[in-house]
Structures are given as structure tokens and as C-alpha cells.
């Protein structure tokens, strides 16, 4: 069942007092007493929406600072969070009353409100923005960011629908993957789980009906479980706590609407909870539930040994008892169970000399540190827009742990890719890259790492990034220090490339400046987005800093406004007749820029006797005169007046993709020579694996990139130098 009700819940300043009194911390209740006077004085009479006094917000906001064990700092500014952005006070006068760190605090939760943005997502992505660069100084920002939030959540059904879910969907987004992050479970459950019922709450209201019905079972269930621990432990085990855990309704949700799955097909949907003094107690523990009930296979984590990356530690195993029912038994410490609870906040614990464990304390600020960097990595994005994105890759769940051959753990996001490992181990690992084996096996390097991979990157000394990586790896570290090493590398050519791709969007999008409009044209943009000269701007396209599709129908919308009333003086005369216009380097007869895409029957490469079909929906597909999918007699196939002749532009410069299949005598390293030829030759691998034949051969497939059929001859005849090489075709 639910705890989370839509009832609005505010505190006073009272119950501030008791839980400050109550925690046993050196607070200094002087300082605390003065920050809450000054924020009742400067909110005077203001109300929330609700028509309740505006007081109770920042107080209840303190309530769960304090609740999460941080200092007198950090609860000043949770009761003084909301009075420089909404009041007449300035940071000034918050600086001059309550210290230096009391007012950078307030700055990094204040939102930005001053600054015109073009869209309502750039304003958000600023405001995130601004937060994190705030949070990397200081973690506590995020802390009172994240107690604001779910404050608001839980009094938010005074508000518009819209605006609930607007802030829901920014929960799940943003908010909640940090929160996850940063091991802050109690804040993490509750802002998912407060959102679905914004989002989907008929599917929270079923989830939430089914746990109602089963709930008095289940207790009876978990009682006799700990009768059964207890009786065991007892005399061999001193002070072993039991308890029961539901899982949260969104977890619950997400896999059941959303893997398809029964909720009699999730073995975790509630959990017995042991803590015990000691980490030797936890998997005497273990023994104990293992030898009592039975364990189901592959079912076992051990998180005590292999933490995850927001600190969480635990025993998991999941177990039947005598009637076949499987339920989940999770085993900890007091010291893991605060972590797991409260996660980075529980460093306050530690820094106050609260805890007794200085190795507790140092593992915490060590995380810390680790948090700010893949901060810092967030900030790299240039359009702010991709940083929730990178935000909801990076700091999500269900991360993966892969292994080096030396047996050292990385922990990345699911999904990721060898490059994004290479690039963890470090920088100029993943610049130096030129492969990757699984368990001794080459694999592609868009090969998705599962837990449990042994991954041995292959490097060479010469080698430098491709800049299709970018689409290839997942995490934004990843991709900020290729686009980086593109930036400083290969300015020249990022300006000319950046130029290009700019010239041709204008052209595509009907707009037309001189040399002096360029320039007028993209100062105040410049100015906004920081880049000194126009080569910068150039260059931060080229090298994929800027991305065209978002800016350009902000700068076509700009184009019109600018420009509409000297376009409409001008005569347009009638256009002469003219050679029809190349797309992706073709020409369709009897078409003008017209999308073209590339069939992968065939694959066709410049140089090869092509012909167009005009689909319904997605323009014309090139093919091979010679692929089995063109009728050999056009006029008596079905449709003939869908196929258009077309031929290749001169001089095409653009790269296509080609499958070659290459059947060799099969021995060991066979793979690794093909990676490391093709690597050698600067050629971009899409997919690259192999097949034994059964007769000692083997069959190497390979899908790459080349400029045309003269550039492929080349590359046939470098990999045909390899040893044992029988023959090589295209498919």
C-alpha cells in the first residue's frame, strides 16, 4: 500500500525544534531561531496556492533537511531558500546575516528567473544548469533542492493539472535519477512514486489496490519469517533486527506496465529486512536464511563486497519458503541501512563526529568527490538541453559491472558501449582505442556491456577518436572528451566542415545572407552562447558541439523577422531551367531536393549502376541496377511509374556503408588482424563478428564505411594481404 497521500502536509517551526532536539546534533539553534524569523518577517503575509501561510513551506522544507541529518548551514537555507526569489531581500543582506556559505547555498537553489530564453525546455535546462555547476561546489544544494521539490509534491494537488505533470515528468527526468544517485532512497521513492500518480494514475491506483488487498497477508506472511530468523539467530547472533519492505509502486510499475510482467512474476514485491552489528554478522546471516529456506539460482548479489556506485551495500538473495512462495531477504549493517536510506547526506553524520566508523566517513567523502565529476561531466554539453538527457543516461538505475582482465570493477549505465568503458579507464585509453575483446573475443564497438563482461580494450599509440563515436557511446563523459579532443585537434577543419553544414541547412531552409548579414546575423547569438568570433561558432558545429536540427528553426523564425519586410519588395523573376540538385550525392531525374536514402539490400556505392524507388512516406530508395529487389523488367513490374532513374553526382565526398564477407582459414588473432588493418587505414567499423564454417575455415563479416568503389578496391586489397585470406565480396 501507498505511504504517500495527495493530503498537503506542512510543518511548523515546532516540529523543526523537536527534530533538531531529538537528533542529538550540535545544531546551532540560535542561528537556526534567527534564519526563521527573518524568512516569517520577509514573507509577511504571503500565501501558496492552497491560500496556506508561505512560512510553512520553507519550515516543512527544513523538516526534511534535518531529517536527512544535515547541518545548522544547510537548514538556514532550507528556511531561507524561497526569500531572495520571492521577496525584496537580497543576497546581500542573507550574506552579511548569515554567512558567506548560508547565502551560496540560497544562490544555488534560487532558479533563474531574470534571463528571456527562446523555449520553456532552455529555460528549465538553464535552471538545471545553474544548479549543478552550485552542486559541484557544494553537494548540500541539491540536498535542499531535492527537499523543496518533494515538498512541493506532496501539496501539489492544489495546482493545474498540467503544471503537476509538467513538474512530474521533470521528477522523473532529472530529479530522481540524482537523487538515486546520490543513495538518497527515501527521497528517491517518494518523488517517483508522488509523480506516477500524476502521470499514470490509474495504473498507480491498480498497483496500489492489489498491494491494499494483500497487505494483511503479507504481514502474516513476513511475521512468521522473522519468527523462524529470530528462533535461529538467537544465542549466535546478537542484536539482529528484522523488518518488512514493499517495494515502491513505481518500481512495481515499471516492471509490470512496462516489462509486461504479473505481479506474481516479481519475486521482490515485498522483502525481509535483517540488520545486524557487524559485516561478519551479515553473512553468518546469510548461512542462516540459506540453510532454513531454499535458494533460488542466480538470485544472489552480493553489494557488500561490489557497492554500487551510490554507496548502497547489501546481501540479497531471494529464497522459497516451505509452501514455494519466493520472497527476498536483504541483509546490511546500522551503518550500510543509514546509507542506504539517506545516501551522500549521511557524510553529515561523519563531518559532525556523529559516526564512529572514520572509514564510513572517508568512503562517503570519497563519493562525494566522484558525484562532482560526473557533475562537471554534465556541464561539458554545450546546448543545454542535452544535459537532463545526460542527466537521466548517466544517473539512472540498473547500472552494469564490467570487468578488466586484472579483475578491477567498472560500474557504467546500461547501455554502454567499450568506448564509454575505455574513456572511464582513462582519457587517453579511449583516444588510443581501436577495438575491444569480450572474455577473449573481439566484439564490435557498439557492443552493449552486460554485467559480468571481462572487457579488454585494444589500443594502438597513434590512433585518435572517431567522431562517430559520439553516437555510438551512452555516457556524457564519453562523448564530451571526444567532441573535446575534435575541438582542440582539428579546429581548421571543424571551421570548414562547420561552415558547410551551416551553408547547406540556410539553403535548405530558404535562407539567404551575405558575408556582412552572416556576421550581424549571429552576433547576438554569439554573445549568448559564448563564442568569441564566428570561426567559434563554426567550429562548434563542425566538431558537434551545436547540434543544427535544434538551433535552426529558432534562427529561421529570427531569418523572418529580421528580413520579411525587405523580402517581400523583391521581384522574385522566374527561375531558369537548371540540373536538378544532388541529395546525399544523387541525382533524381525529374526531382528537386527530394530525401534520399540508401537501401540496405544493396548497399550502393558511388560508382555502381543505380536506380530510385519512390516509397510512400520516406522519399526515394537507391538501389543496385543488379539487386534481386529491381524487377529486371521495370515497365512490367507492378508499380513502374515509382521507379526514377537517378546517378551520382560528381565528386562525391559523403561515406557509405558496405558489408564484406571475408572467408579465411581460421586460426587464432584472425579477428583481431581484420580490426586492426581496417583501424590502420582509418576505416569506421559498424558491426564486425565472425562464424566458423566446420571445415576450418571462417567467415568474417564486417560492415563499414568508404568514400565509393575506387576507395573499397583499396580497401579489399590491403585486407586481402592478410595471412590466410581466401576471398573477400560484398553482400
Known amino acids: 500500500m501507498s505511504k504517500y497521500s495527495k493530503v498537503a502536509h506542512y510543518q511548523d517551526f515546532s516540529e523543526l525544534e523537536s527534530i533538531l532536539e531529538s537528533s542529538n546534533n550540535n545544531y546551532d539553534m540560535d542561528k537556526i531561531r534567527k534564519a526563521y524569523k527573518f524568512a516569517e518577517k520577509s514573507h509577511g503575509d504571503q500565501r501558496r496556492e492552497s491560500g496556506i501561510p508561505y512560512i510553512l513551506h520553507p519550515t516543512s522544507v527544513a523538516c526534511i533537511v534535518a531529517e536527512l541529518g544535515m547541518d545548522t548551514d544547510s537548514i538556514c537555507s532550507a528556511l ?33 528567473s531574470k534571463i528571456p530564453y527562446s523555449t520553456r525546455e532552455q529555460q528549465q535546462a538553464e535552471n538545471i544548469r545553474k544548479m549543478l555547476i552550485a552542486m559541484a561546489n557544494d553537494i548540500r544544494v541539491i540536498i535542499i533542492k531535492l527537499a523543496d521539490r518533494l515538498h512541493n509534491m506532496r501539496t501539489m494537488d492544489c495546482m493545474p493539472e498540467q503544471h503537476c505533470r509538467d513538474k512530474s ?18 527521497i528517491k521513492d517518494e518523488l517517483e512514486d508522488r509523480s506516477l500518480q500524476y502521470l499514470d494514475p490509474i495504473g498507480y491506483k491498480e498497483i496500489e489496490d492489489t498491494l491494499l488487498l494483500t497487505e494483511e497477508g503479507r504481514d502474516k506472511f513476513v511475521e512468521s519469517i522473522k ?100 520472497f527476498e531477504v536483504q541483509i546490511r549493517t546500522w551503518e550500510m541501512h543509514y546509507t542506504a536510506e539517506y545516501g551522500i547526506a549521511a557524510h553529515w553524520k561523519y563531518k559532525l563526529g556523529m559516526g564512529s566508523d572514520k572509514t564510513g566517513g572517508d568512503r562517503l567523502t570519497e563519493n562525494i568527490q566522484k558525484v562532482k565529476k560526473m557533475i562537471m561531466d554534465q556541464l561539458e554539453a554545450e546546448d543545454v538541453t542535452d544535459i537532463a538527457k545526460n542527466i537521466r543516461n548517466d544517473f539512472a538505475e540498473n547500472d552494469v559491472y564490467v570487468f578488466s582482465p586484472k579483475g578491477d570493477v567498472f560500474n557504467l549505465p546500461q547501455g554502454s558501449t567499450p568506448i564509454d568503458m575505455a574513456y572511464l579507464i582513462h582519457t587517453q585509453v579511449g583516444h588510443r582505442m581501436i577495438g575491444a575483446k569480450i572474455s577473449g573475443k573481439i566484439v564490435p564497438i557498439d557492443y552493449k556491456l552486460k554485467t559480468g563482461d571481462i572487457c579488454e580494450i585494444i589500443t594502438q599509440k597513434d590512433e585518435h577518436p572517431n567522431k562517430a563515436w559520439i553516437d555510438i557511446c551512452k555516457t556524457a563523459s564519453a562523448k564530451s572528451k571526444i567532441r573535446q579532443w575534435y575541438k582542440h585537434e582539428k579546429r581548421d577543419e571543424n571551421i570548414v566542415e562547420g561552415k558547410q553544414m551551416l551553408e547547406r541547412e540556410f539553403k535548405r531552409n ?35 558541439g551545436v547540434q543544427l536540427w535544434k538551433i535552426m528553426p529558432r534562427l529561421k523564425e529570427e531569418y523572418q523577422k529580421t ?75 507492378e508499380e513502374p511509374e515509382r521507379w526514377v532513374n537517378c546517378y551520382w553526382e560528381d565528386g562525391v565526398g559523403e561515406a557509405f556503408r558496405s558489408t564484406l564477407q571475408i572467408t579465411a582459414i581460421d586460426r587464432t588473432g584472425l579477428l583481431a588482424d581484420v580490426t586492426i588493418k581496417l583501424s590502420n587505414m582509418h576505416i569506421f567499423i559498424h558491426s564486425l563478428n565472425s562464424r566458423e564454417t566446420g571445415d576450418g575455415k571462417a567467415v568474417v563479416t564486417a560492415t563499414i564505411d568508404v568514400m565509393g568503389k575506387n576507395h573499397l578496391r583499396g580497401v579489399l586489397s590491403k585486407l586481402s594481404d592478410i595471412n590466410g585470406i581466401e576471398e573477400i565480396k560484398r553482400v
Open 563 to 637: 528580413y520579411a519586410a525587405d523580402i517581400e519588395k523583391i521581384e522574385v523573376p522566374q527561375a531558369p531551367v537548371k540540373r536538378n540538385k544532388a541529395t546525399s550525392g544523387v541525382v533524381i531525374e525529374g526531382t528537386d531536393d527530394v530525401l534520399v536514402k540508401f537501401s540496405n539490400c544493396c548497399n550502393p556505392l558511388p560508382g555502381d549502376d543505380i536506380i530510385g524507388y519512390i516509397t510512400r512516406g520516406y522519399g526515394v530508395s537507391i538501389h543496385k541496377r543488379s539487386c534481386t529487389n529491381v524487377p529486371k523488367d521495370i515497365l512490367k513490374s
Open 169 to 186: 515528468h521533470e521528477n522523473m527526468q532529472v530529479f530522481a535519477p540524482i537523487a538515486h544517485r546520490l543513495g538518497i532512497k527515501t
Open 80 to 112: 531561507l531558500h524561497d526569500v531572495v526569489e520571492d521577496t525584496p531581500v537580497t543576497f546581500q543582506e542573507v550574506e552579511k546575516l548569515f554567512g558567506q556559505d548560508v547565502a551560496n547555498l540560497i544562490d544555488g537553489v534560487t532558479k533563474i
Open 227 to 326: 519468527k523462524n530468523l529470530l528462533d535461529k539467530t538467537e544465542g549466535m547472533i546478537p542484536n539482529v533486527y528484522i523488518s518488512g519492505r514493499v517495494k515502491s509502486i513505481n518500481s512495481i510499475y515499471r516492471k509490470t506496465f512496462m516489462q509486461g510482467r504479473t505481479l506474481e512474476q516479481i519475486y521482490d514485491v515485498f522483502a525481509v529486512r535483517v540488520i545486524v552489528d557487524t559485516v561478519r554478522d551479515c553473512y553468518n546471516v546469510l548461512g542462516i536464511v540459506h540453510d532454513i529456506f531454499k535458494p533460488i539460482p542466480n538470485r544472489f548479489k552480493d553489494y557488500i563486497s561490489m557497492p554500487k556506485p551510490n554507496m548502497y551495500q547489501s546481501l540479497h538473495t531471494t529464497v522459497l519458503d516451505k509452501n514455494a512462495i519466493p
Open 510 to 544: 530558404g535562407i539567404n545572407l551575405n558575408e556582412y548579414e552572416y556576421e550581424e546575423f549571429f552576433r547576438k547569438m554569439l554573445l549568448k552562447k559564448q563564442y568569441g568570433t564566428i570561426d567559434d561558432f563554426y567550429a562548434a558545429v563542425g566538431y558537434g
